[in-house]
């Protein structure tokens, strides 16, 4: 294992923030934790919608109720497996557990391979992810601060962030679409018709949620009312660990802000690579529902 810097190490060639994760979690999680077939793993790169994600399935399977919601924090009753506080987590889950994750397939859970469980994957707009991204390295006070955002912006490109490359990430990830049990979902869609894919999720799941629950699910993970509500805005974060000050986790909850961070010479930059990689994940760009760099 190196130590990339304090904040961060790398395990496999991937930067993981030691605040959260160190090589046992991560050894763990790839070997040792078992998949159960009725596990429903929420898949993402950092900044993607995880914690849209988290919300809407604790809904889903709450039949809308916001009990469980309003009074329990997104991390603990949607977990992430590869980070220490797994542990703590993990065992209190009652079945079918959901359940969160950064790692890309090659990290994931061995067990899952041969498993039955399912998965969503939620992706967005790299561009709009290398901007919140941006942003939130700025609030925590665990990640290396970036001062400048063409910097950044050629980190986010050579995959020198957090969970490393965006590209390789989703590549793993859409790899396995004939292979395992996996909805496709993106941060795009679920904006511009949040009701359709709740309804689309549930399929997948084989959830039946009557209209008013499925109601009640959109109404409680829209983005305000996830703004307004503390078990998921990270308002629960102690000062030491996030500058509440600074701004919120939740910032702007829209698609297309990079384009009011990016300048045309940095959108263009990002969009030779972006064309370059894309080459590789040739026929399946008609999962990506964002607009066309
Ligand atoms: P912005 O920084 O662009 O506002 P993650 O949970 O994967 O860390 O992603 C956080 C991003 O998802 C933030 O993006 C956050 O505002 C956005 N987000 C979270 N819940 C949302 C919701 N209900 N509607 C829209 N965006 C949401």
Known sequence: MAKTSDQYFLYDGIPFPCIAHNEESLDFARNMFQV?????????????????????????YSNGDQTLSRSVPNWERVPWIEQVSAQMYVPKLTSPRLITSHLPLQLFPKSFFTSKAKV??????????????????????????????????SSFLEGDVLLGSWFDHVQSWLGTKDQVNILFQTYEELLQDLRGSV?????????????????????????????????TNYSLV?????????????????????????????????DQIYQEKMKEMKGLESMFTWDKP
């Open 36 to 60: 159960c077939d009725d596990d429903v793993y929420s898949i993402t790169y950092p900044k993607s919608g995880t914690t849209w994600m988290q919300e809407l399935l604790t809904l889903i």
């Open 120 to 153: 969503i994957y939620t992706m967005r707009n790299p561009k709009d992810v290398c901007v919140s991204l941006y942003h939130y390295c700025q609030l925590v006070l665990f990640l290396e601060n970036p001062q400048d955002f063409d910097v950044f912006l």
């Open 199 to 231: 309804v689309r999720i549930c399929n997948f799941l084989g959830k039946e949620l009557d209209e008013a629950a499925i109601d009640s699910v959109v109404e409680n993970a829209t983005f305000k009312t996830m703004k307004d509500n503390k078990m």
């Open 238 to 270: 102690p000062s030491d660990f996030m500058d509440h000050e600074k701004g919120s986790f939740l910032r702007k909850g829209i698609s297309g802000d990079w384009k009011n961070q990016f300048t045309e010479a940095q959108s263009e930059r990002f």
